[in-house]
């Protein structure tokens, strides 16, 4: 009884011993500057608990904070709307040299960094930019209608562009895995080819989307080089206010309440997320 | 629901450069049941994906009552089909899988609700309905599929090897529902199987392709009795081969006797009493038997009108009621079964009676 009580320490000790490494570099790298902006959320320069940072945050930043939610949104609606129509051509499109075109372009903004992306959009959809050089060219408007599109457009359009891919890839895949006479037999009892898409394929890819539209939500979220370059005036997102209020002011109680108030937002989405699997595993 | 006729006329199918169906042609009649047998890769499965609509045709027609819809989409062909994996949408119930196509009739609800309960009703699946069909059984799927495909009141029943995926003692009994519920709903049916006995029970005629070209169409009897070619003859069990040197004497085949066997007068009269004989008779032939055809006899027998083989027993067994020997021949071996006790090491006669006997040109290309 005795050795078998040893043998299971050991045991114990061993499995610590294996995971110690990514615990601490989970906890060093994430856990602690977590629980310390959070606490410096709350915490007043003088010391003590306080609410001032949020008060502040909320008085200076409260439309930045909306903008935030409806941009980051709003992009994800439409990623989601792209991936799956992607997903869709690239699963039941006909014309085989169209997928094929499809299957090889589609992917390449995800090898392109964000900050590079923004670049591209502001030489794209400024007032004098590529897009409408290219509308006037085309005869469609004259040169004093064009407008400039760096905005909180652009931000939206430099998010889809740049994070539709990714979701794509992975609804692609997950479409590409179902059994194709799943589709066959509803074609096969005349189902046109959007309600194939609607009906049979999307309930069931549907946790892959979620999945990877939650991960463009946290994505999105955190970027500061595309609100920074697209969209240099008020509202903006707030990464943009948190980088001033550090760089402007050093500070960091009202950037960490910004901060808190980001992970808060994430936090919801990924509440959705973890109440939709549970509903899904408790499914008898 | 009654069936229509389906011709099939001179389908070509190619994918990339495999020809994969060289001209096939067949007839079906209304409220037929065709099965489509052949072993893996001979084309069974494709021929049927081209008379559904799913595989286009390279060149031939497809005719659905002298209507053309070789290039009509798979649902403009009045015919479901049923497929091996059963395909059932897993996040819809029992009764929606079984609704879908009427709902994309756009059948109103009341109408739609009564059709699903019968056709559920139908296939005993009473009661099932609100589950999903994941969490049905094997053979509750099936009948899902089934009913699926029923349920839009198909003229032509494709089923493309439905019953594979079920264990042997449900598949025995769901054989037999299918055949019934086709000859109750007067339904054309196609159906794709590599399983011999159940083409036999389930068909009025069986199509047997080899490489993509027809071997040979005819009721069960047919090509169990008279096959037309070594190939069907080895496909339908007979698949035992001796090699025979004969020759044509009117109503009767001459066999020249060698070490394997004796001389024998062989009758090739039609009907039960004579040898399947395919070609002229003439020359070198490669004579199929099923093993359940022959009986021991002692060596020196001659029955009239048989032929005997000399052979050996070399393992003996008591299965029960009969005895079972392994029976050596010329380095073959045969499983024959007698009532008589031999002991290893015994010469026999294995005797097989002329009807037993399936006779081809040793070389095909003289068969014609």
């Known amino acids: ?284 | 629901m009654a069936g229509e006729s389906l011709t099939v006329d001179g389908v070509k199918v190619s994918y990339s450069d495999v020809q994969v169906l060289a001209g096939v042609s067949i007839d079906v009649a209304p409220g037929e049941f065709i099965a489509l047998l052949g072993s893996s890769g001979c084309g069974k499965t494709t021929l049927l994906r081209a008379i559904s609509g799913f595989v286009p045709v390279d060149a031939g027609r497809v005719l659905v009552s002298d209507r053309d819809v070789t290039n009509a989409p798979p649902d403009k062909r009045g015919m479901a089909m049923v497929f091996q994996s059963y395909a059932l949408w897993p996040h819809m119930t029992a009764a929606q899988n079984i609704g879908y196509g009427l709902r994309l009739r756009k059948v109103a609800r009341i109408e739609l609700d009564r059709r699903v309960a019968e056709t559920m009703s139908l296939l005993g699946l009473d009661g099932l309905g609100s589950r999903l069909v994941t969490q049905l059984s094997g053979g509750q799927r099936q009948r899902v599929a089934l009913g699926r495909a029923l349920a839009v009141e198909p003229q032509t029943l494709l089923l493309d090897e439905p019953l594979s995926n079920l264990d042997a003692r449900i598949r025995q009994s769901v054989r037999h529902e299918i055949k019934a519920l086709q000859q109750q709903l007067q339904i054309t049916a196609i159906h794709v199987t590599h399983d011999r006995e159940e083409a036999m029970v389930m068909a009025d005629r069986i199509v047997i392709l080899d490489r993509g070209n027809i071997a040979q169409i005819g009721t069960p009897e047919d090509v169990y009795n008279r096959p037309r070619s070594s190939f069907v003859a080895a496909f339908m069990g007979a698949d035992n081969v001796i090699p025979l040197t004969a020759k044509r004497d009117e109503g009767a085949l001459r066999v020249s006797a060698s070490d394997d066997h004796a001389d024998a007068v062989l009758s090739i009269a039609d009907g039960d009493e004579g040898a399947n004989l395919v070609g002229t008779g003439d020359g070198e032939l490669a004579a199929h038997f099923r093993s359940e055809a022959a009986r021991l006899v002692e060596v020196s027998d001659r029955p009239q009108g048989s032929l005997v083989l000399f052979g050996k027993v070399i393992q003996t067994s008591y299965p029960g009621g009969i005895y079972r020997y392994t029976i050596d021949m010329g380095g073959r071996n045969y499983l024959v079964d007698d009532p008589k006790k031999l002991a290893v090491g015994d010469a026999v006669g294995i005797c097989l009676p002329a009807q037993s006997l399936h006779l081809f040109p040793a070389n095909p290309t003289e068969a014609s």
């Open chain 1, 1 to 284: 009884m005795m050795s078998f009580h040893r043998v299971l320490h050991d045991e114990r000790v061993w499995s610590f011993a294996l995971v110690a490494p990514a615990l601490v570099t989970v906890g060093l790298l994430f856990i602690y500057p977590l629980g310390f902006s959070a606490v410096s959320a709350f915490s007043a320069e003088e010391g003590g608990w306080t609410f001032a940072n949020f008060i502040k945050a909320f008085d200076l930043y409260s439309n930045d904070i909306l903008f935030t939610v409806v941009i980051v949104s709003l992009s994800t609606v439409l990623i989601g709307f792209f991936a799956i129509a992607i997903g869709g051509y690239l699963t039941l499109g006909e014309n085989p040299y169209a997928v094929a075109i499809l299957k090889w372009l589609y992917r390449w903004p995800l090898f392109i960094p964000f900050i590079v992306a923004a670049q591209l959009m502001r030489t794209f959809l400024a007032k004098n930019g590529l897009m409408n050089n290219l509308i006037v060219g085309s005869g469609l408007l004259e040169p004093m209608q064009t407008q400039s599109f760096l905005d909180w457009r652009g931000i939206v359009i430099t998010f889809v562009w740049k994070q539709t891919p990714f979701v794509a890839l992975l609804v692609a895949g997950a479409m590409a895995s179902l059994d194709r006479s799943m589709i066959e037999s509803a074609r096969n009892l005349g189902a046109s080819r959007i309600r194939i898409l609607v009906e049979i394929i999307l309930p069931q890819v549907r946790p892959t989307i979620v999945v990877g539209l939650i991960l463009s939500f946290v994505v999105m979220m955190s970027v500061l080089s595309v609100p920074i370059m697209i969209n240099a005036q008020t509202p903006t997102m707030l990464t943009v206010d948190m980088a001033f209020r550090i760089n402007a002011y050093g500070d960091y109680g009202v950037a960490n309440a910004l901060g808190f108030i980001s992970y808060l937002m994430t936090g919801v989405v990924a509440w959705i997320y973890l109440r939709q699997g549970v509903r899904q595993g408790a499914a008898p």
